[in-house]
T-cell receptor, first 115, second 112 residues
């Protein structure tokens, strides 16, 4: 069974204090690892998709990296507006070889950035 | 581009009552998903549609939950009868042929 574990469960940072969030996964034949941001009372907002070990993607202060067992979301010089829950999800191969495999989400990391 | 629309945003019912949620995906997105998100957890897929057909409903409690997607566009998710443990946010998402998923704002259900 596919498993996704995120750590830490909650992270408090001071504005400008860089850090990383971890997403450990167990899936056979990964077909994509996804990062989402979720603000209170809203649906998850897509950030990145990573497909292979060694791949990196960046967006503003966020950088996502992928290895064969985990992914990291690095936050450089965070601002209070980066406060949110960050969700990681994996997509395994689907039956029949199509790209319709369902996403399995982790429980999320609640990030709070204080001014 | 308009995003995924969901209604209602909030619903409070008593246990054993029925409830229905509606979703309108992004125009042109063939794949539609319904997720359940319990407080403090990540979303859990309930059902996935490709156009009109069901691709995956392995985690849908079929004794009380049902979903349909008529004409391959809008979708409804129904719970009948509701239990206390159904209290959660119900998220709808859509994607182009199973790619990146875009989520709606969700419906927060409280079962008393």
């Amino acid at each position: 069974e596919d498993q996704v574990t995120q750590s830490p469960e909650a992270l408090r940072l001071q504005e400008g204090e860089s850090s990383s969030l971890n997403c450990s996964y167990t899936v056979s034949g990964l077909r994509g690892l996804f990062w989402y941001r979720q603000d209170p009372g809203k649906g998850p907002e897509f950030l990145f998709t990573l497909y292979s070990a060694g791949e990196e993607k960046e967006k503003e202060r966020l950088k996502a990296t992928l290895t064969k067992k985990e992914s990291f979301l690095h936050i450089t010089a965070p601002k209070p507006e980066d406060s949110a829950t960050y969700l990681c999800a994996v997509r395994p191969p689907s039956a029949g070889g199509t790209s319709y495999g369902k996403l399995t989400f982790g429980q999320g990391t609640i990030l709070t950035v204080h001014p | 581009e308009a995003g995924v629309a969901q209604s209602p945003r909030y619903k409070i019912i008593e246990k054993r009552q029925s409830v229905a949620f509606w979703c309108n995906p992004i125009s042109g997105h063939a794949t539609l998903y319904w997720y359940q998100q319990i407080l403090g957890q990540g979303p859990k897929l309930l059902i996935q549609f490709q156009n009109n057909g069901v691709v995956d409903d392995s985690q849908l409690p079929k004794d009380r939950f049902s979903a349909e997607r008529l004409k391959g566009v809008d979708s409804t998710l129904k719970i009948q009868p509701a239990k206390l443990e159904d209290s959660a946010v119900y998220l709808c998402a859509s994607s182009l042929r199973g790619g990146e998923q875009f989520f709606g704002p969700g419906t927060r259900l409280t079962v008393l």
